[in-house]
């Protein structure tokens, strides 16, 4: 059997081997509580920087978005800009033709046949993709020979609104081409954001999944924590019990020792009286200390003795008399402590010693 299980229950030895007992379950679950809060801060660390990195990631991620959202609404501009002036050359051709048609005259062959090949170099112009030489070329040789034209027909006017709507056809070509070259540029730009975007996430997920299980350990351990926090507040509770009955205990087992060590001085207090008195009843010689206990007793006792005659004799006056009256009861000599002391007196050994003397002399 164990020490605890020996003693009987609120024993002393068996509070202390208690006490004992839970101070060291109390020192093993504070051991493991700080185990457990040491994983527990580990874990939270590890979930707070991840959400940290979760976080500058969303921002990043964000950003790149915004900028490609940006870069293909510049796109989107571009490209309605871009079929705007395509529909605006095409106007401007149609003209171009209709003006032609509208030539007075009956050309000659030669007339059919310059116009065959502006037509021809036109079509082309709008078709095919051309070098800048290659525009110049081209827009030399319709005017030249609609310079020829204008001679052979005398359509000086039209000529020169056809020229006109070639030039403002050339300048809106310009235009496109460098719209479509802001497209592709812009484009290459966004795809570059959203590759970053592509890029970011997975290591986002990665971040984010192992903030998660950070997160539940963290979780886990809290309650591993909390549970150990309350196994220790119970033990520590019943060691502040177990210390309290201790002190109490320990209080009482101090009084009742005052108590007996009060009642011993008592005790032998009253064997000194007792024993004083009968030496000066007997005769006996007394020192000047048992002298002075002795008389100081039997003159206590004669008071007490009378105080209870006296205190008898007004409860007799009280019950037999209606009217208030006061006793006052006459002094009676303590004959018997007199009697004593002349006997005392008359005899020589029974007077104090010489030392007793010479201390009452003084």
Do not use: C
């Not at 959202?69 to 796109?75: G, K, S, V």
């Not at 001679?151 to 070509?173: P, T, V, W, Y």
């Not at 150990?228 to 177990?242: F, H, S, W």
């Not at 032998?268 to 005769?283: H, I, N, T, Y």
């Amino acid at each position: 059997m164990t020490e605890v299980a020996e003693s009987s229950p609120e024993s002393i030895e068996f509070l202390r081997a208690k006490l004992r007992e839970l101070k060291i379950q109390s020192r093993d679950e504070l051991d493991a509580l700080r185990h457990d809060r040491d994983q527990m801060r580990e874990y939270k660390q590890i979930r707070d920087d991840h959400n940290k990195e979760v976080k500058s990631l969303i921002e990043s991620v964000k950003a790149e978005r915004e900028e490609r959202d940006r870069i293909n609404q510049e796109i989107t501009e571009a490209k309605e800009r871009r079929k705007a002036i395509h529909a605006q050359l095409a106007s401007i051709y149609d003209e171009i033709r209709e003006l032609r048609s509208n030539l007075v005259g009956s050309p000659s062959t030669d007339q059919r046949r310059m116009m065959r090949r502006v037509e021809e170099l036109e079509w082309k112009q709008q078709t095919e993709q051309l070098s800048r030489d290659e525009e110049y070329s081209i827009v030399e040789e319709i005017a030249r020979i609609e310079a020829q034209l204008v001679k052979i027909g005398q359509e000086k006017e039209k000529q020169d609104r056809i020229s006109e709507a070639r030039r403002l056809a050339r300048k809106l070509k310009e235009e496109a081409s460098e719209v479509h070259e802001k497209v592709l540029s812009l484009s290459e730009q966004s795809q570059i954001h959203h590759q970053e975007v592509v890029r970011i996430r997975p290591q986002l997920e990665e971040y984010k999944k192992s903030a998660d299980t950070a997160h539940k350990n963290f979780v886990e351990w809290l309650k591993k924590v909390k549970e150990g926090e309350a196994r220790l507040k119970e033990q520590r509770t019943q060691i502040e019990d177990i210390q309290t009955k201790l002190r109490k205990q320990t209080v009482e087992k101090r009084d009742e020792e005052r108590d007996e060590q009060r009642q011993h001085q008592k005790a032998q207090e009253r064997e000194r009286v007792e024993s004083a008195v009968e030496k000066l009843q007997s005769g006996k010689r007394l020192t000047f200390d048992e002298f002075i206990l002795a008389q100081r007793t039997v003159t206590d006792d004669k008071k007490r003795s009378k105080k209870k005659a006296h205190d008898a004799e007004k409860v007799e006056e009280a019950a037999a008399s209606t009217t208030e009256a006061k006793a006052t009861p006459d002094f009676e000599p303590d004959d018997e402590l007199e009697s004593i002391l002349d006997e005392s007196e008359s005899k020589p050994d029974t007077e104090p010693s010489s030392d007793n003397e010479t201390e009452q002399q003084q």
